[in-house]
């Protein structure tokens, strides 16, 4: 054997190295394009945060001055701290410091951590829902204001619904695209469930694996209290391995095809909390269920709900709806007030008109005017948006803010415990409207109607040679 012979020592550097100007890690800021439109939706998106903490500290405030609402007022500001204040406060700041990218957690609407991916399936979705129905599973009903309200009635009652919706966890930037679940003993409170993500085209696992879905599965033991956002949610069990390791042997016994194939140690195992508070075990390991050669069974279900998740990309996001019933409610409420301060005006004695200072009637018949006016411009400015016109919904932000600023001086005029039920109300409308209208959602549906738009101008100003069939 020859002997080893020794690499030449390596000259010494002689110039220092040459950096590249910012950071070679682009986080989500630096990694996509901003317009005016896109800053002003954040900053309204932060800004809504900020006014729903104030409306709950209103409700909280005013509510101990009329007394006998005090319990409704303090239920009312419980609710808007739970499901709106804190919710979107969470938004603004996982924003910043939540990694977007796959670390196999799963992540809440708010933004929070949520349950850990812990199963990856090999297949076609036919498969999965074959493999799945077999084996005695039921696909959850997606989130609707029937299934909501359906889940809290079998909850308080404790009567069975087997197709009970679960919460949205996000993964890929968008939620789950269906989930399967188990009850137990009829119970809705307990059950099994398991939701599923298809992976983009072209992506792959750390390492380079692909695989077409991945899943997490956890078991729901009891409904309790949110300890992140106080909010009525199912608590998890913390052990997530036994649940993985039950959906995987009831998916195997009942297809004698599918096959399982284990990475162990794929993740590291950890200790951690999810979305809820609820603390997670897990040992790392990722199972791979392959359903391939799973034999589909009937597809009109599937081609049905194929269509209608079709459909469902091109509908108006249920945000937009309840902003704009909102926004017609506060129109109301604010055409009534000045109707009716008008009539009170008109029934006052002449003494209580004299008493009053000179051109307070005029300043009445400017507010009455003003009032008016912008109930007219909201109602425009609500139509424009429902049909997706640009930049209508941004406008129509900045009154609203305008509007709840308003509201905002007089609260701090009259003192919050002196606060009348008419501005409570008004401001309340304004809050939630705002809140409702800023949400992604409502943005991502307008971004997609505006590059809708902007592929049809292309296509219209395309040579009639170079049309797409049909076009």
């Known amino acids: 054997m020859a002997p080893m012979t020794a690499d030449p020592p390596r000259p010494r550097p002689t110039a220092p190295p040459v950096y590249s100007r910012g950071s070679a890690k682009v986080g989500e800021v630096e990694a996509r394009t901003w317009g005016v439109d896109d800053i002003a939706d954040a900053l309204f998106f932060a800004v809504s945060a900020l006014l729903t903490l104030w409306l709950a500290w209103v409700l909280l405030g005013s509510g101990w001055h009329l007394q006998p609402r005090a319990v409704v007022f303090s239920i009312l500001f419980w609710a808007v701290l739970a499901y709106l204040a804190l919710p979107r406060l969470h938004q603004v700041l996982t924003w910043l410091y939540v990694p977007d990218y796959f670390i196999g957690r799963t992540r809440t609407p708010d933004g929070l951590l949520g349950d850990p991916v812990n199963l990856a399936v090999q297949g076609h979705e036919e498969d999965i829902h074959e493999a799945m129905t077999s084996a005695g599973w039921v696909r959850a009903d997606p989130i609707s204001l029937r299934s909501s309200w359906g889940i809290i009635v079998s909850s308080l009652l404790r009567r069975s619904y087997p197709a009970a919706p679960v919460s949205t966890l996000q993964l890929f930037g968008r939620g789950q695209d269906f989930a399967y679940q188990k009850e137990v003993a009829g119970n809705p409170a307990q059950r099994h469930h398991i939701r599923f993500w298809h992976t983009p085209d072209g992506w792959v696992l750390p390492g380079g694996r692909r695989v077409d879905w991945l899943a997490a599965a956890t078991y729901d033991r009891s409904v309790g209290l949110s300890a992140l956002t106080l909010q009525v949610t199912h608590k998890i069990d913390a052990d997530i391995d036994v649940e993985r390791n039950y959906v995987v042997d009831d998916v195997l016994w009942a297809n004698p095809a599918a096959a399982l194939e284990t990475w162990n140690d794929f993740f590291t195992s950890y200790h951690d909390k999810n979305g809820g508070g609820d603390r997670v075990v897990t040992d790392g390991d990722l199972y791979v269920l392959d359903v391939h050669d799973v034999v589909p ?58 008493a009053e200072p000179y051109g307070t009637e005029i300043l009445y018949g400017i507010v009455a005017a003003t009032t008016t006016i912008a109930a007219l411009a909201i109602v425009g400015l609500a139509v424009a948006v429902w049909h997706g016109h640009p930049r209508s919904r941004i406008v129509l932000m900045g009154v609203l803010t305008l509007s709840v600023f308003a509201d905002m001086s007089q609260v701090a005029a009259l003192g919050v415990r002196q606060t009348t039920t008419g501005l409570i109300i008004s401001s309340a409308l304004g809050v939630l409207a705002l809140l409702a209208i800023s949400a992604r959602p409502c943005h991502q549906w307008e971004r997609s109607r505006k590059e809708e738009r902007q592929r049809r101008r292309e296509e219209r100003d395309r040579p009639p040679q170079t049309r797409a069939p049909g076009a």
């Open 297 to 354: 069974g009937p597809q009109e279900d599937l081609l049905r709900a194929r269509r209608m998740d079709a459909q469902a990309g091109r509908r108006r996001p249920a945000a937009l709806v309840v902003s704009l019933v909102l926004l017609g409610m506060l129109t109301v409420v604010n055409i009534v007030e000045a109707i009716t301060s008008k009539t009170v005006r008109s029934t006052a004695t002449d003494p209580e008109i004299a």
